[in-house]
């Protein structure tokens, strides 16, 4: 790695970008409304574009983790984490098709105020709340961990100082701006985003020698790898897993949570929210391949230098290949500085988008029942204050994730898959079963949520299978202290120990023990958590509706339903649709035509008999 570090054009550059987002959240303060009430400060008086809320919903998931964690999985683990995609693609499907159409009409400001309105329950509105409060407070702890290591490892920036700089520029737009700097930030962050991932595509493409041969040395040393069909939920990554898996485990985020109903229920009409959800999977396509094929590309400039800088001791962690290689290849005047604001622009939309789902839920379910008679300038400070509360928050979690194993992109997911799964069995227990009752809706997401936070600790606890991936290192020079060798090949596995025998350096993968009981539920996928904590919190909660006596289903206001029968019939053929639909009418209309002839022969049989009696009568005067 240089050492350069950062020069004076990339701490200006740095700056300049990331400070941007706090001009943004002056002039939206001075503009407009000025953020004086709190349906502007929480969901931007609904009257926002269609471009920059796509762009917010995209980067509110796909964030400075995607920038290190996606590359980083394709560089230790081969291409098969792009399957992915298509899960997240088909996830953008359904909750579009199920999700928006059911909740945007109900003009929500809490997402969780669904819950209350349809169970007739406080409790379960509180329930997913609390949930939904901790889940996003961790998430933002990872958000805030992801770029901070890298500008430490790169800079030697301190990362107390890195965790508050993040903690502060959010609080400042967020607290001045509403949701509407959040949105426009949004969107310029994913831009610098979008920018950074394809600055190292292209500088790495380019120094192997063109994508063709990327591709065949990544063949050349095994990468190339999609097609692994083993059903077995213990394999970290399958191809069910990969699409069935992330698409269970994205529907809600993109179609039934805060983040998701609070940006597209600020559009003005239901239109403009299918619209803005389709086109972020456009973003959405663009992204994750540039940052699947960056790490590719990473990936083969190092094996073509003969040198991997993970198992040569340069770095501590596969999260620290990205800005290895921008400040080895790309350190001119400007470009670190605009690498590490992609990184931190990821962080600040993802943590921005977060303070403000976690305002308006706390707000409106916890704190607006206690203080609904004071004015609505108390409102709009409480959630000011709110904003500053959990700031502080996410930055004293950002703290607690110093030591995480793993990938970033792992940590994340599993945080997501384990509250995803109980807030995902909320809406399908409310949207699809109308005879579940308030006990059940509220007891399965606690069962859910408890046991997948159990095995999401669990399985650190559980070595599992390792998964042998060559790296080169037969140019190495003498790393940090750890590994050096000549004409050699490195294995790395997930469970590792170093041992060298006649000067070559290889990764010994330890004993793993079989896995049974406990031991194999811990080892469970992290892809499968949500899917897996859904399942559980519906079931429970059916069980628990038997046992305590179901709700009638005509109590339930259809509003608040989703009808499958509805759904599925876009999938009939429209001529048989038309034929169903048209076939009553056209035999009432062929009734009717008979009812009117057999009308008309009765007036002419009529008609002919009055005027056979008046010739009767007729006949009589004459004679």
Request: with cysteine.
């Given at each position: 790695m240089s050492e350069e570090g950062f020069s004076i054009v990339d701490w200006v550059i740095f700056a300049v970008l990331i400070l941007f987002?706090?001009?943004?959240?002056i002039y939206y303060a001075c503009t407009g409304g000025k953020q004086k009430t709190t349906d502007e400060f929480l969901m931007a008086d609904r009257k926002m574009p269609i471009l920059p809320v796509a762009a917010s919903i995209l980067v509110s998931f796909q964030t400075a983790l995607l920038i290190l964690g996606q590359p980083a999985e394709m560089y230790t683990k081969g291409t098969q984490f792009f399957l992915s995609l298509f899960g997240q693609l088909g996830a953008v499907f359904l909750a579009t098709t199920l999700f928006v159409p059911l909740f945007y009409p109900l003009k929500l400001t809490s997402f969780f105020e669904y819950l209350e309105h349809r169970f007739d329950s406080k409790a379960a509105r509180v329930t997913a709340t609390t949930i939904g409060i901790i889940s996003t407070i961790l998430y933002s702890g990872i958000a805030s961990f992801a770029p901070t290591t890298a500008l430490s490892a790169v800079t030697g920036f301190p990362e107390?100082?890195?965790?508050?700089?993040?903690?502060?520029?959010?609080?400042?737009?967020?607290?001045l701006g509403g949701l509407k700097a959040v949105i426009w930030v949004d969107a310029f962050q994913g831009l610098i985003m979008l920018a950074g991932l394809l600055t190292i595509l292209i500088k790495a493409t380019l120094l192997v020698g063109g994508w063709g041969e990327v591709w065949r040395i990544n063949q050349e040393w095994g990468r190339i790898n999609f097609w692994n069909f083993d059903p077995d939920p213990t394999i970290r990554h399958s191809f069910w897993s990969l699409v069935i898996g992330s698409m269970i485990n994205w529907t809600g985020p993109y179609g039934a949570s805060q983040q998701s109903t609070q940006r597209f229920g600020s559009l003005p009409t239901l239109r403009d929210a299918k619209i803005a959800l389709m086109l972020q999977s456009v973003g959405l396509i663009v992204i994750v391949t540039s940052a699947c094929m960056t790490g590719v590309a990473v990936f083969a400039y190092y094996a073509m230098k003969g040198c991997d800088p993970l198992t040569n001791g340069d770095i501590m962690s596969s999260n620290q290949i990205i800005p290895t290689f921008v400040m080895e290849v790309l350190n001119y005047p400007g470009v670190p500085g605009l690498f590490m604001a992609s990184l931190y622009s990821g962080s600040l939309s993802t943590i921005s988008s977060n303070l403000s789902t976690l305002v308006a839920i706390t707000f409106e379910d916890l704190v607006k029942p206690f203080v609904k008679n004071k004015s609505d300038s108390v409102h709009l400070w409480i959630t000011r204050m709110l904003v500053l509360f959990f700031s502080a928050a996410g930055v004293g979690m950002a703290f607690t994730m110093r030591n995480i194993t793993g990938t970033v992109l792992q940590a994340s997911i599993s945080i997501l898959g384990s509250s995803g799964g109980a807030l995902n069995g909320f809406v399908v227990l409310g949207a699809f079963f109308p005879t579940c009752n308030r006990i059940g809706a509220i007891t399965g997401p606690i069962v859910s949520y408890a046991i997948m936070l159990w095995i999401g600790i669990g399985q650190y606890s559980v070595l599992g299978i390792p998964e042998d991936f060559p790296f080169p290192t037969d140019n190495c020079q003498a790393g940090n202290g750890s590994m050096t060798g000549g004409n050699n090949i490195t294995t790395l596995a997930v469970t590792t120990n170093l041992i060298s025998t006649t000067g070559v350096t290889t990764m010994a993968a330890v004993p793993v023990q079989e896995l049974t009981g406990l031991r194999r539920l811990y080892s469970l996928s992290y892809l499968w958590y949500s899917t897996m904590g859904t399942v559980i919190a519906v079931i429970v909660a059916l069980l628990i509706t038997y046992v305590t006596g179901p709700r009638k289903a005509t109590?339930?206001?259809?509003?608040?339903?989703?009808s499958l029968s509805d759904k599925l019939s876009c999938l009939i053929p429209s001529r048989c649709r038309r034929g169903a639909d048209t076939n009553q009418p056209q035999v009432k209309s062929e009734?009717?035509?008979e009812n009117i002839a057999f009308s008309n022969l009765d007036e002419r049989s009529t008609q002919d008999s009055?005027?056979?009696?008046?010739k009767v009568e007729l006949y009589k005067i004459k004679s």
């Open positions: 987002s706090g001009v943004v959240g107390w100082l890195s965790f508050t700089l993040i903690g502060a520029i959010c609080a400042f737009y967020t607290f109590e339930v206001d259809r509003k608040y339903l989703i009734m009717g035509k009055q005027n056979k009696s008046n």
